[in-house]
């Protein structure tokens, strides 16, 4: 008997090896898979952000060999006011409450954006249905885990207009139309320097400066990367550090060309309050390298200019 519990046990253990090999031997394919997108990594780095990061060194050497050009195509930013609705953010928010009165312009963009950023970062299968600052936080309230980067971008830019700042939000792209993954940001124009720079409330917040500390824009980000000069990025605004180099070559692969609407105003992209009421022009400004085909054009609905200064343009 004991010779045959003994021989049951080997058999056991040999079955329990060869499984334990499968499953090593599965995880090194699904590993190198290009279909492999689960997150599995101690330090929280998944498949994907790795293959990002190995792909940043391609992505710079894109942005290298293509540039900006100017044009005469007409097109001309601009911003809806609607002082009812902004007092009622400010109120409903406490805006007043998140800095101090003699904030500069950026200290109250960043104070802003941290702000924001508290939503964690989430891809729910259906965006909210009602894309405007209000209605955002309620959902954030109700549904914990947050929602995605255009979702915090729209909310982020209402609330800095309602505080009384000119932003706008930016959709970076890829060079590669096969790329599903783009990034939606906000910028906000600093009178103090004269220029837009760039704020991202998504991912837990970001920025970027130069080596003195000067906040960047999107296209000084992009000459930055091409020229090969040193950002410094600063995930968690100052005072968090996950996922650094895989946020730089993120920027790196979504900084080859930009969207923006044309005419900017509250409810922007919530149809529900906006349908029945008349903001202007409707159309996305695209701002792409010379000789480039941005991927998704419509004609009605883009317009398209390779003539990046005027994009980052003061405001009129």
């Not at 010779?3 to 090896?17: D, P, S």
């Not at 998944?46 to 190995?54: D, F, G, Q, V, Y």
């Not at 837990?204 to 296209?219: I, W």
């Amino acid at each position: 008997m004991k010779k045959i519990l003994k021989y049951f046990f080997g058999v056991i253990v040999g079955i329990l090896a060869i499984i334990g090999l499968l499953f090593v031997g599965i995880s090194c394919y699904l590993i190198n898979s290009e279909s492999f997108l689960i997150n599995i990594s101690d330090d929280g780095i998944s498949i994907t952000e790795n293959r990002i990061m190995a792909a940043q060194s391609a992505n710079v050497d894109l942005l290298k060999q293509s540039s900006f050009k100017p044009d005469t195509v007409q097109y001309h930013f601009g911003v809806v006011q609607d002082s009812a609705r902004a007092q009622e953010i400010r109120d409903y928010f406490k805006l007043d409450t998140l800095y101090s009165p003699d904030a500069t312009t950026w200290e109250k963009a960043v104070a802003i954006s941290k702000f924001v950023a508290t939503i964690p970062h989430d891809n729910p299968q259906n965006n909210p249905k009602d894309p405007n600052a209000i209605d955002l936080w309620k959902y954030s309230r109700d549904v914990p885990t947050g929602f995605n980067c255009r979702m915090h971008a729209i909310l982020n830019y209402e609330l800095m207009q309602a505080a009384g700042l000119t932003a706008r939000y930016v959709t970076c792209f890829p060079q590669d139309s096969t790329d599903q993954d783009c990034h939606v940001v906000n910028e906000v124009w600093l009178p103090e320097q004269g220029k837009w720079v760039f704020l991202d409330a998504d991912m837990g917040g970001h920025y970027c400066t130069d080596q003195n500390g000067n906040p960047l824009n999107l296209l000084e980000m992009r000459e930055k990367y091409a020229a090969g000069e040193k950002l410094v990025m600063y995930p968690g605004f100052e005072h968090g550090t996950a996922k650094h180099n895989y946020y730089y070559a993120y920027m790196a692969k979504n900084t080859y060309w930009f969207s923006c609407w044309e005419t900017l105003h509250f409810f922007q992209e919530d149809r529900s309050e906006a349908k029945d009421q008349d903001f202007g022009s409707s159309r996305y400004v695209l701002v792409v390298p010379g000789g480039f085909t941005p991927f998704g054009y419509k004609e009605r609905e883009h317009c398209i200019t390779t003539d990046a200064s005027r994009f980052w343009a003061s405001p009129q």
